[in-house]
């Protein structure tokens, strides 16, 4: 021991504490090669001027890391160490070696561990700040938070999901420290919603319609799903359940691998939850439990579980697998009755021999009992009553004075697919506990909502190729209203544009049957057609062949939507008149609506405008149901210039109005004189990308986008967002008789 | 004269009743009066229309109605012929003559100009003018129209007109329930009991789907597919999926949940 200690060669009182302990272990673990290794990195760590942490950290957690990995792995660690070491993030390296044992422990395989090596010193790097380029010089401020975090994170996340979660914050929260930190220390929102997305198994999100279509096809029974969390609360693990609210699921359900190897999926999972849940519905009725003790009620609803699940494989023998695969089974000499609490142990084998027909527990007062069961159950549905009766027998029979003890043996003893049984019970007695007093509270008036609640919309990040989640939210509400005789005033002008364009539109309104003649093949015979073709055929001549018709419906059934700009940049005066932008659109707007509505298309109007991700505002002119009426006008007359253009996201929500109208074609038109930009968008490709993506989404919906562009500029970046689907407008001045002569061409 | 011999029912189908329908429907044909026959795709509209004709010995000429089909397709047309033209009779005229039962299959798919020429042959008069020929055609005695449709569609557009509903008599089928439908899928396929039970019970929970992602459930139809297929040795799962599933459903998660209602029955 004293050659080790020199090796050492270490000053510090608190490693001398450990030191004997460590030790043993170590030459447990480790190899004589391994374990001068092990002293020489630890002499090293102790030289390093950080103090004696990360000394005491490695000391304490080699010997098990090297358990798992094996001894070779050292070089690699003390790599990294190194790395950090050299550059300002010194600070990192004693969390690094303090959650190393946990880490190791989740990866199980030094490529793995690799992995996560790369993961940590690539966002070092890109995390430390330098000034003036080149000497990195500032700490990286996220780097101990996240190493803090690691083990939690690699609990939930592959070490893919790891690697995108991490690089998500670095893009985003790379040059803003605070952020940076509350990002990799889970505390901010987006982190966590990020977390949720990455994570491994199988998401409730996206299996919802599944479950509900089961509960509805299999068992004829339909609730609300709630998921809750399983992700940040680790003490109390939550169970499923159902009230009258709904039923509560888990949000997460891994794949799971039994003993035997058999892969029950996540699906599955969630299905045996639901099918359990609909067993308790359909035929457990609730009893009074305040003449049971705790251990009462435990068999109880152990037996009645029972009941459930043997009545459900009745009417689907597949569950039997699932269940089976899912229950565990617990050894039965596994627990020693002298020393320890063996209840729950009990309990666990009885209910496995209930399900499982070819158990092989010996025990005389458990097979009595699986006999009496299935005597019960042989003659019919039985009920909770019935059942109970059975349970309290049971506890009678196997009581034992060690079922006291505190220490209670709970290896394999959990059923995670069954509910908490809340709904089994009725209470007569209130409690005299605190509660009883809380029901006077009073509630408190919350501040009246002003508006509609925010929506929120994801971005498209088009670096990493992801979507940002919930990353702007939106504010719609009516716009408010000015004076409509000004819009009035405005057509008044627009007389004799107005007449033209009043001719275009009696040619397209729909004429409802169209007879097509001369048809080869068609509906009906066309008779004129077909008494002269046989005259030329008696006359010797060649007869036409065409002597059928055929009808079409031409029915016009198009939806639109106009969405407007509403960014500052609307205030400038138009090049080559003395009119500004903002006057001008007004002027076309109206007209086209007046021509919409001429046409009878349901037709609906908005602008936009942005200030930051934080507040995008969509503001309602006209609704499908309303008409070109004075409403409508004095809210376009009180149009308003100001703030920016974030497109995409009002693209996404005018979608979602425009697709809840039943049309066979849907159209947005979209008047807009700039480009995509927001004032907190340094980069500028980055909203156009995100309008492109959006127009990708819509064509998706089956909505036609076309964008009106008033920016002589527009060249290039427009195609980038609509395709071929846009039209630059260089003379502004002419815009109020081109845009309803280009929808007119548009949906001819 | 067309050959009565080939429109007969040779063979008694196999029907079996659910309801007192044999006996109302032999009631109208007594007093000739029209029949309407309602109710989902494959619950068996066809098979006791065929039945009856079986049982009452009368010949049946079946029409199965789609869009492009025109009054000309039902009551005849003119053919053009080297020294001349000919006249042919469609299927409602020749019914007409011979006194057969002429039923009408899924008659909302034709359109509704084209339903109006069975009017005159449904009330009191049972004449049918040929306006094109010139002729005025009095029903033979035997002469019954009977037709079908299934109101699940729930189209605007496809719906008769009340003038045509208001003509008939009519019988509202549904699939039967689960024991009656186990004896049917037995007798039909010789299937066992067991499996063809298990086989409602796949159907029953794709029932439970309708209108909810799912237009109409299994028929029972597709159910006789799924034990004809079993009962060749057709492995009872894959039977299902093909026979129950793949058919009515493009929805994935759909086909998923029955699916997994498969697996959940036949262990």
């Known amino acids: ?748 | 004269m067309t050959n009565k011999g080939q429109y007969k029912v040779q063979k008694e189908p196999y029907y079996q009743a659910q309801g007192k329908e044999v006996a109302l429907y032999e009631a109208a044909y007594r007093n000739r009066l029209p029949v309407m026959v309602k109710g989902p795709t494959g619950c068996g509209k066809s098979r006791f229309v065929e039945y009856m004709a079986w049982k009452l010995g009368k010949p049946l000429i079946t029409v199965a109605c789609n869009e492009d089909m025109t009054a000309s397709d039902l009551v005849g047309r003119y053919l053009l012929e080297t020294n001349g033209t000919r006249w042919l009779d469609g299927p409602l005229t020749t019914a007409a003559r011979m006194g057969a039962i002429c039923y009408l299959d899924e008659i909302v798919e034709a359109r509704q100009d084209t339903t109006v020429v069975i009017h005159p042959l449904t009330d009191h008069r049972r004449t049918l003018p040929l306006d094109k020929k010139g002729e005025l055609i009095e029903a033979h005695p035997d002469f019954q129209l009977v037709i079908s449709y299934n109101p699940g569609y729930q189209s605007l557009m496809k719906d008769l007109k009340q003038s045509t509903k208001q003509r008939f008599t009519a019988f509202d089928f549904d699939y039967p329930n689960a024991d009656l439908e186990t004896v049917i899928l037995a007798r039909e396929t010789g299937l066992d009991e067991a499996t063809a039970g298990k086989l409602v019970k796949i159907g029953q929970s794709a029932r439970n789907l309708k209108s909810h992602g799912l237009d109409e459930g299994i028929s029972t139809r597709l159910l006789v597919y799924a034990a004809t297929l079993i009962k060749d040795g057709v492995e009872p799962r894959d039977a299902c999926r093909m026979a129950l599933v793949r058919p009515i459903t493009d929805d994935a998660d759909i086909r998923e949940t029955l699916d997994h209602a498969i697996d959940a029955t036949f262990i």
């Open chain 1, 1 to 748: 021991m004293q050659t080790y200690w020199t090796q050492l060669d270490t000053r510090f009182p608190q490693v001398a504490e450990v030191f004997e302990d460590c030790m043993t272990e170590a030459l447990t673990a480790l190899t004589p090669g391994g374990l001068n290794a092990y002293l020489e990195a630890a002499r090293t760590l102790g030289k390093l001027g950080r103090g004696v942490e990360p000394m005491l950290a490695f000391m304490e957690a080699w010997p098990s890391v090297a358990n798992v990995l094996g001894e070779d792995a050292l070089p690699s660690v003390m790599t990294s160490i190194r790395a950090m070491q050299k550059s300002p993030n010194g600070n990192a390296i004693a969390p690094f070696l303090q959650t190393l044992a946990p880490v190791t422990k989740r990866l199980q395989s030094q490529e793995q561990l690799q992995h996560y090596l790369d993961i940590t010193l690539d966002f070092m790097s890109r995390t430390t700040g330098s000034i003036h380029g080149h000497h990195a010089t500032h700490p990286s401020p996220g780097l101990p938070d996240f190493l803090q975090q690691a083990p939690f994170l690699l609990r939930q996340l592959a070490v893919a999901g790891l690697r995108n979660w991490v690089e998500y914050g670095i893009r985003n929260y790379g040059k803003h420290p605070e952020r940076q930190r509350d990002y990799f220390s889970l505390q901010s929102a987006d982190s966590r919603a990020v977390l949720q997305r990455e994570r491994h198994g199988t998401l409730f999100a996206d299996v919802e319609r599944k479950l509900d279509l089961y509960l509805r096809a299999l068992w004829q029974d339909s609730d609300h799903l709630v998921p809750y969390s399983t992700a940040f609360d680790e003490v109390r693990k939550p169970v499923p359940y159902y009230d009258k609210l709904g039923i509560r699921v888990p949000d997460v359900f891994d794949d799971f691998i039994s003993t035997e190897g058999v892969h029950i999926s996540g699906l599955d999972r969630y299905r045996a939850v639901l099918a359990h849940i609909v067993g308790h519905r359909r035929w457990t009725c609730a009893q009074i439990a305040d003449n049971w003790s705790p251990f009462q009620r435990m068999a109880v609803e152990l037996f009645e579980d029972a009941r459930i699940e043997t009545l459900l494989m009745r009417e689907y023998p597949g569950l039997r697998n699932t269940f089976l695969s899912l229950h565990p089974s617990p050894r039965e000499d596994a627990c020693d009755a002298e020393t320890t609490s063996c209840l729950r142990h009990r309990l666990a084998m009885l209910s496995r021999a209930f399900l499982d027909p070819v158990h092989d527990y010996k025990d005389p007062a458990l097979n009595e009992f699986v006999a009496r069961f299935h005597e019960t159950l042989g003659k019919g549905l039985s009920s909770t009553a019935e059942i109970a009766a059975l349970a309290l027998a049971y506890v009678a029979k196997t009581r034992r004075p060690s079922d006291q003890f505190a220490k209670i043996y709970f290896k394999d003893t959990v059923v995670d697919y069954r509910d908490d049984n809340r709904q089994m019970w009725k209470f007569i007695e209130q409690s005299d506990e605190e509660e009883a007093f809380e029901d006077k509270r009073k509630i408190e008036h919350e501040e009246e909502i002003k508006g509609l609640p925010p929506r929120h919309y994801p971005e498209w990040d088009y670096r990493s190729q992801t979507y940002r989640p919930d990353w702007v939210s939106l504010y719609e509400a009516l716009h408010p209203s000015g004076n409509a005789a000004d819009i009035d005033r405005l057509l008044a002008k627009h007389d004799a544009l107005a007449k033209q364009l009043k001719r275009m539109l009696d040619q397209l309104k729909p004429q409802d049957k169209v007879r097509i003649r001369y048809q080869e093949e068609g509906s009906e015979l066309d008779l004129d057609v077909a008494i002269r073709s046989l005259i030329d055929f008696k006359g010797g001549a060649l007869p036409d062949p065409r002597i059928n018709m055929s009808h079409r419906t031409s029915g016009r059934n198009i939806a639109v939507m106009l969405l407007l700009d509403l960014s500052q940049s609307l205030n400038e005066k138009a090049a080559g008149c003395n009119q500004s932008v903002l006057e001008l659109s007004q002027e076309a707007v109206s007209l086209l609506a007046w021509a919409i509505e001429k046409l009878g298309d349901p037709f609906a109007i908005a602008g936009f405008h942005s200030n930051t991700r934080h507040d995008v505002r969509y503001l309602h002119i006209k609704g499908y149901r309303e008409h070109w009426g004075d409403e409508v006008k004095a809210r376009l007359a009180a149009m308003e210039a100001a703030y920016s253009t974030r497109m995409g996201t009002a693209l996404r929500h005018a979608a979602h109005y425009l697709e809840a109208q039943q049309a066979d074609k849907k159209l947005m038109l979209i008047l807009t004189d700039g480009e995509p930009s927001d004032v907190d968008a340094q980069d500028e490709r980055l909203l156009i990308e995100d309008a492109h993506r959006a127009v990708k989404e819509l064509d998706h919906k089956g909505i036609y986008t076309y964008c009106i562009s008033l920016d002589p500029k527009a060249d290039g970046y427009v195609s980038d967002i609509f395709g071929k689907q846009y039209v630059v407008i260089d003379n502004i001045s002419r815009l109020p008789e081109r845009l309803p002569r280009l929808f007119m061409e548009l949906t001819k």
